[in-house]
């Protein structure tokens, strides 16, 4: 049932090339992306993003997706917050919901919130007959298939995967987006799970980091844009299933208090690929190695090529475009935490105190 592998979670981040193309299936259609759901985007003025754990982290994503690709403003909100914080949801806005399992009790109350307050309510979910997707107006699927392991993988990567295709559909229907950079967007979507096949290549090397990363009590992760989210993705993960203490930040808050903790025993992981805002996160780098810290950058060919003098060790993803890099990098923070987690030995599929489905607030 592992098919091979030790934990269902290494097989689950094994199936990524696949359940990613399948989900690439379900949205796409020629040169267009087809939602399996309809919903008009030019009509709605604001998107509040609600989830727990790694879904609320999709949504960080997104917020930067929909922003630039379709100039939408997004809130995101983590839901236990958001229920009982009386927020106002305006007639014109749209509220959308992110779970896995589709039966989180406070995302459901959050749900439950903003029924009939927002223009819509929209659901991501995996389990398409969960409590979730019935309570929903629109239900967009993620197609990864039944997820054992507790922390996500594969279901976080097919939420991104959804979540790009709605802002891509949303930038189309508000005329931002033309056919031929609708076509190009496609183009680079088909390409991701060759591109995850190629990202899982590093497997060896985490493997091998992870007797370090194992000694650490206390490990930071840095990224700037949509890989500061990506940071909290990696430190999540870590947390999880090795129970190392890991904080995000984004890579420019660094002097604002984080960096009175480096010295020579904090490995620093630094998601940076090669992208408009790639100097800035490298001289963020080089401020924690000039104080010892311990710096693993994660990063491609041509970043590695310019930034890889005096840091700890270098981790080389495949080059991607950076609209696409944070579902490609999502699997070296998931590799990081696997293999720590395998190497102090702890329950990678059932971390102690932790459930697959909260249900109870
Ligand atoms: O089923 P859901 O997506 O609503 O679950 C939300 C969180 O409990 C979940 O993402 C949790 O953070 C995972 N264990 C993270 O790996």
Wanted: proline residues 5%; negative net charge.
């Amino acid at each position: 049932e592992k098919a091979g592998h030790k934990h269902f979670m290494a097989k689950e981040i094994h199936e990524q090339p696949q359940t990613l193309a399948d989900v690439i299936a379900a949205y796409t259609d020629g040169d267009r992306i087809v939602p399996p759901a309809a919903y008009d985007w030019a009509a709605t003025d604001r998107v509040q993003m609600v989830a727990c754990g790694t879904a609320q982290i999709a949504c960080s994503v997104a917020k930067y997706w929909f922003e630039s690709l379709a100039r939408l403003p997004v809130d995101v909100d983590i839901a236990s917050e958001y229920r009982y914080r009386e927020g106002p949801v305006g007639a014109d806005n749209t509220a959308l919901f992110v779970s896995q399992s589709g039966e989180t009790a406070d995302t459901l109350a959050a749900l439950r919130y903003a029924k009939g307050k927002a223009r819509a309510i929209l659901a991501v979910v995996n389990v398409a007959e969960s409590t979730i997707a019935r309570d929903s107006d629109v239900v967009f699927p993620i197609h990864a298939g039944v997820e054992v392991g507790v922390a996500s993988t594969k279901a976080f990567v097919n939420q991104l995967a959804v979540l790009l295709s709605l802002a891509i559909h949303a930038g189309v229907q508000r005329g931002l987006i033309d056919a031929t950079r609708e076509a190009e967007l496609v183009a680079g979507f088909r390409a991701l799970p060759g591109l995850i096949s190629s990202a899982l290549a590093i497997e060896d090397r985490c493997e091998a980091l992870a007797s370090r990363l194992a000694e650490a009590s206390d490990i930071l992760f840095l990224g700037r844009g949509p890989m500061y989210p990506m940071a909290h993705e990696g430190a999540l993960k870590l947390k999880e299933i090795s129970y190392i203490h890991a904080e995000a930040y984004a890579s420019g808050e660094l002097k604002h208090g984080p960096i009175a903790l480096v010295d020579k025993t904090l490995p620093v992981v630094v998601f940076a690929p090669m992208d408009a805002i790639f100097d800035k996160t490298i001289s963020n780098m080089q401020e924690v190695m000039a104080r010892d810290g311990q710096v693993l950058l994660v990063t491609d060919a041509q970043g590695a090529a310019q930034a890889s003098d005096g840091v700890w060790e270098v981790l080389t993803m495949p080059r991607v475009d950076p609209i696409f890099a944070p579902i490609v990098y999502a699997v070296p923070a998931q590799l990081l935490a696997y293999h720590t987690a395998v190497q102090k030995g702890t329950d990678v599929d059932q971390p102690r105190n932790l459930a697959k489905s909260v249900t109870v607030e």
